[in-house]
């Protein structure tokens, strides 16, 4: 019968996308395990639920194609954890074809103590806001995930870390999660003034009488730049204050008039900048991935460095696998759990520990100058 085939088709396409999704992810070795030490929440256990006090609520982005760079980052936040026990994951992922829950059994095989849950964000939800950017990968509906946190994670949790997935850390993450927010901030992240913030925007955006310098009148402060990939988030005071939807209407403007090339970035400047709660730079030594366009080698910024990110278009993972890395990456690699090939060889020696300290780092300016 006609209806009772297409049924079986659609059953063996379905059964084919979910088989292709499975195989299309990689290996990971398993991480060592870390325990929490002295002085830790009493609420940090491992039967702590994700409504307990004491936790550290870290948000991420999960996907087939960053989970390599997911896996290194989650590493490295419990590499370096006080309270590593004390560490709550908070994973966005686009719904998986079939409900396969692929993505949970990898993690979950590389850290089977880890305390994590999956959340489905789904793709139409954003997709007739995307604008074209200077990068198709900067169109990816799961970059504007981010903006649905506060929908998304449990209404008990109160603020919560996003780090993008490109993202390593070599400090303990509970000294940023402890970064005060005073009443007038939604969300604390390093700021770079210095940067030429009016080159986020088109000329057309400077140019309209109701737009331009007129959007950030008014504000705390000047708007400077700062970096999404690293953020603190008071997710009460996000949906007191709609932000989602103050973020959506500047997609919505930029459908109408091309005021920004840069995909999910922007609107956050429209909403934020000069509102932002400050945080020391060592919590985003960003720009490692070079330009947008080239992805050359960059160096660290002077000053010292609690948290490095591959920002840019060139990621440590395609630039090691193509032998051609820049001088940091190699530390990337010390925390790469990839499994390569078909021997079972690892990428990286995990158990050996990385290259680098378990407190933050100051790099000399000598070696890593602008």
């Given at each position: 019968m006609p209806a009772r085939a297409a049924a079986a088709a659609a059953a063996v396409a379905l059964l084919l996308a979910v088989c292709a999704q499975a195989?299309?992810?990689?290996?990971?070795?398993?991480?060592?395990?870390?325990?929490?030490?002295?002085?830790?929440?009493?609420?940090?256990?491992?039967?702590?639920?994700?409504?307990?006090?004491?936790?550290?609520?870290?948000?991420?982005?999960?996907?087939?194609?960053?989970?390599?760079?997911?896996?290194?980052?989650?590493?490295?936040?419990?590499?370096?954890?006080s309270c590593p026990e004390s560490l709550f994951f908070h994973f966005l992922a686009e719904e998986e074809v079939g409900g396969g829950g692929d993505l949970r059994r990898a993690v979950a095989a590389s850290f089977p103590s880890l305390r994590f849950e999956i959340y489905a964000f789904r793709a139409e939800a954003v997709a007739g806001l995307i604008s074209a950017?200077?990068?198709?990968?900067?169109?990816?509906?799961?970059?504007?995930?981010?903006?649905?946190?506060?929908?998304?994670?449990?209404?008990?949790?109160?603020?919560?870390?996003?780090?993008?997935?490109?993202?390593?850390?070599?400090?303990?993450?509970?000294?940023?999660?402890?970064?005060?927010?005073?009443?007038?901030?939604?969300?604390?992240?390093p700021e770079y003034c210095h940067a030429n913030f009016s080159r986020y925007f088109t000329p057309a955006f400077w140019s309209d009488p109701g737009l331009g310098r007129r959007v950030f009148a008014g504000?705390?402060?000047?708007?400077?730049?700062?970096?999404?990939?690293?953020?603190?988030?008071?997710?009460r005071r996000w949906r007191a204050g709609n932000y989602r939807h103050r973020i959506e209407r500047w997609m919505e403007i930029q459908k109408e008039k091309r005021i920004y090339e840069l995909g999910s970035l922007p609107p956050f400047l429209l909403v934020f900048a000069g509102e932002v709660e400050a945080v020391d730079h060592?919590?985003?030594?960003?720009?490692l991935g070079g330009d947008n366009v080239r992805g050359s080698c960059r160096p660290l910024h002077d000053?010292?460095?609690?948290?490095?990110?591959?920002?840019?278009?060139?990621?440590?993972?395609?630039?090691?696998?193509?032998?051609?890395?820049?001088?940091?990456?190699h530390t990337w690699k010390s925390y790469d759990l990839y499994v390569a090939g078909d021997d079972g060889a690892a990428a990286s020696s995990p158990a050996?520990?990385?290259?680098l300290s378990s407190t933050s780092t100051t790099w000399p300016a000598l070696v890593f100058s602008w």
């Open positions: 195989a299309a992810l990689p290996r990971f070795a398993e991480a060592p395990e870390y325990r929490n030490g002295e002085g830790c929440p009493a609420a940090a256990t491992a039967a702590a639920g994700v409504c307990d006090a004491g936790l550290v609520h870290i948000s991420m982005t999960l996907d087939a194609h960053y989970l390599r760079g997911s896996m290194a980052a989650v590493y490295s936040l419990l590499k370096h954890a950017s200077v990068r198709a990968a900067l169109e990816s509906p799961l970059n504007y995930a981010r903006n649905h946190l506060a929908d998304l994670l449990p209404r008990c949790v109160p603020r919560a870390i996003y780090l993008d997935s490109d993202v390593l850390a070599v400090d303990d993450v509970r000294r940023l999660w402890e970064t005060r927010l005073p009443a007038a901030a939604v969300v604390a992240a504000r705390r402060r000047p708007p400077c730049y700062f970096n999404t990939g690293v953020m603190v988030i008071d997710l060592r919590w985003n030594q960003h720009g000053g010292p460095v609690s948290l490095m990110h591959w920002s840019g278009k060139g990621k440590p993972w395609d630039r090691l696998d193509a032998g051609n890395p820049c001088p940091l990456d050996s520990g990385p290259a």
